[in-house]
Each structure stands twice: as C-alpha cells, then as structure tokens.
C-alpha cells in the first residue's frame, strides 16, 4: 500500500476533484478566473492553556521578535523570507509557529487589516475578524495535528489581545488537503468570492454569504499594506 503522501491528487481525492482542479486551472491560467470559497469561525476564550507536547513550543511571533523568527525560520520549504517576515510584523500581522528543537517546524499567519495576496490584489474583511493566511506544516510533521493544538493560544491571542471575535480564511475551490483540514479546525463555509483578472480588467465578486462577512477582493491604485479606509463593515 502506498503512503499518503506519495498518492496522486487523483488517488487521494477521487476522478470528480482531479477533473474540477484541472478545470479550475486552465479558467486562471486562460480566462484570469479565480474562485475560492470563504471559511469562518467563532472564536472562543479557551478554558485551559494549551495542551503540553513533548518536544514542541508554541508561540506567538510580534514585531519585537522579528529577528528571532528569521533565526528560526531558515529552511527554504518554509517560504518565508525574512523580508516578508519583517514586512507583515510591520504591518501588524502575527505568526504563530510550532517550534521543535529551535526551528519552526509549523506556521500561520493572522492578519487585522487589509492584506496583499498574489498578484496586487487585497483581500478586506469586517472588522471584527482575524484573516489567517500562509499557513504550513513541514512534511514530516504532518498528521500529528500541530495546527488544532496551537488554535488555543491564536484564539486567546486574538481575543483578549487584538479584540477579534471571529476568524476567516479563504481557499480555492480545488484546494482539498487545505479544505479538510481547514473545517477539520471548526471552520465552516459561508460562501463564495473570486475575482477575474486578465490584463488591466479587474472585476471582484462575491455571493451574499461572502458579503454578510464583509469579505471581499479588491485592487487598489497604488498596492500599499493598510487600506483601512476600503474597510468593509
């Protein structure tokens, strides 16, 4: 029997999910379309500190702590450059990071204000959301659920710090790995939003359960971190 995590897309997820990525893929690569699906959830003030694991630390990454983020963050299939890093801190994002004998061996990021995503194009959100982005676990670190440990301590961080009640995410339709473990988390889908793209055309939408959360995609005219003024209510 193979191991999971040499199966192919088609393997694990099944003929119908292979065929919807390869669709999804040619109307980005061909028609600029692009199509996700909004995910979000209630935080909640956990009523314990989080659950001790042998050999790990949990912690939450602010500006102060930049440079010792780097220090920790030097594998390249992190994908974290230590210009981003200082760039998003500066921005007021957080990283919360599952460290194992001095590096980072799991991440997310949060974001409270308009953030970039790929391409110029930003993504706002009502404010009483933490928007969670970049988020990855190194391969052999997968499967012990290192994420749903550390949600605790985001939350609690969240709430009591930044004075978010609420978390939202979006990913793309074709996306599964990132779907299951994202509802495997309580996340739950509210609907839709995409945006197509194609030379100088830019046209954002959304469907009304995106909008009851005030997300959205936008393009501003000069792409700068904090556009707080585009700010959805």
């Avoid at 995106?210 to 707080?228: I, V």
Wanted: hydrophobic letters at 40%; glycine letters at 10%.
């Amino acid at each position: 029997m193979k191991d999971g995590r040499q199966l192919s897309f088609h393997e694990r997820w099944g003929l119908t999910a292979a065929a919807l990525k390869v669709l999804l893929t040619a109307l980005r690569r061909y028609l600029g379309i692009h199509l996700y699906g909004i995910y979000a959830r209630e935080m909640e003030m956990p009523s314990a500190t989080v659950p001790a694991m042998p050999g790990f630390i949990f912690r939450m990454f602010e500006l102060s702590a930049a440079e010792d983020l780097i220090a920790r963050s030097t594998r390249e299939e992190l994908g974290m450059s230590a210009e981003f890093i200082r760039s998003a801190l500066a921005k007021g994002d957080v990283c919360d990071a599952v460290i194992r004998d001095g590096e980072v061996v799991s991440y997310s990021w949060s974001a409270f204000t308009p953030t970039r995503d790929d391409g110029g194009v930003f993504v706002g959100f009502g404010n009483r959301y933490r928007y969670g982005y970049k988020a990855y676990t190194l391969p052999a670190y997968r499967g012990q659920h290192l994420q749903r440990v550390n949600k605790p301590m985001r939350d609690r961080y969240c709430l009591e710090t930044r004075g978010r009640t609420h978390t939202i995410a979006f990913i793309s339709i074709d996306n599964r790995p990132s779907i299951r473990m994202t509802t495997s988390l309580g996340y739950q889908r509210a609907g839709f939003a995409g945006y197509i793209s194609l030379g100088p055309l830019f046209i954002p939408f959304r469907t009304g359960g995106a909008r009851a959360q005030g997300f959205y995609f936008f393009m501003p005219a000069k792409p700068r971190h904090e556009a707080g003024s585009r700010l959805a209510g």
